[in-house]
Antibody, heavy 121, light 107 residues
Framework: EVQVVESGGGLVPPGGSLRLSCAVS????????MNWVRQAPGKGLEWVAL???????YYADSVKGRFTISRDDSKNTVYLQMDSLTTEDTAVYYC???????????????WGQGTRVIVSS | DIQMTQSPSSLSASIGDRVTFTCRAN??????LNWYQQQPGKAPKLLIY???TLHRGVPSKFSGSMSGTEFTLTISSLEPGDFATYYC?????????FGQGTKVEIK
């Protein structure tokens, strides 16, 4: 059975840092495209970051230079280091696996339950 | 970034109703369009990928179609568990982007 479990959220002041974790069982993170997707209160979904292969990483423009996605293959866990946080980073952060069909259509098929980040003084 | 626009933003319907809502891309995305269902307080769940392919385990009352850059999700007969917010997402051009959602509420 696949399980994706995020942790590490909480309340942090503007300018602060937080590290989120995404522990996975049921598949190997190093063999998959792993993403962070966030959802601000009452808002829609926004892709944040992607890691795959030999630790190749990509970021949304809104977090580039402030967030770092990484992976510990021995723990089958993905991380999101968030620095220089602003109130606009307040959201539920989901970890999601990206898969692709034979036709190459990519989609997020496994999601965690999310971890809430509140940036406030 | 590709912009995805969903309409309506919300709709009210009754149990047993057939409902349809749309998602439009501001440029061509071929069939690289996915639909997700999100219950309040829960993570999104994949319903349909590639515009019209049902994800495993998703009931056949859900269906997807496309015409050009307009995509449609249809629920043939609403059940209580279908009252949720539905998001479309394109995976044609990075970064993958989502629509703003359509909330289906009980009339």
């Amino acid at each position: 059975e696949v399980q994706v479990v995020e942790s590490g959220g909480g309340l942090v002041p503007p300018g602060g840092s937080l590290r989120l974790s995404c522990a996975v069982s049921g598949f190997t993170v190093s063999s998959n495209y792993m993403n962070w997707v966030r959802q601000a209160p009452g808002k829609g979904l926004e892709w944040v970051a992607l890691i795959y292969g030999g630790h190749s990483a990509y970021y949304a423009d809104s977090v580039k230079g402030r967030f770092t996605i990484s992976r510990d293959d021995s723990k089958n866990t993905v991380y999101l280091q968030m620095d220089s946080l602003t109130t606009e980073d307040t959201a539920v952060y989901y970890c999601a696996r990206e898969s692709a069909s034979i036709s190459a259509a990519a989609f997020y098929d496994y999601w965690g339950q999310g971890t809430r980040v509140i940036v406030s003084s | 970034d590709i912009q995805m626009t969903q309409s309506p933003s919300s709709l009210s319907a009754s149990i047993g109703d057939r409902v349809t809502f749309t998602c439009r891309a501001n440029q061509t995305i071929s069939t690289y369009l996915n639909w997700y269902q999100q219950q309040p307080g829960k993570a999104p769940k994949l319903l349909i990928y590639g515009a019209s392919t049902l994800h495993r385990g998703v009931p056949s009352k859900f269906s997807g179609s496309m015409s050009g850059t307009e995509f449609t999700l249809t629920i043939s007969s609403l059940e209580p568990g279908d009252f949720a917010t539905y998001y479309c997402q394109q995976s044609h051009t990075s970064p993958w982007t989502f629509g703003q959602g359509t909330k289906v509420e009980i009339k």
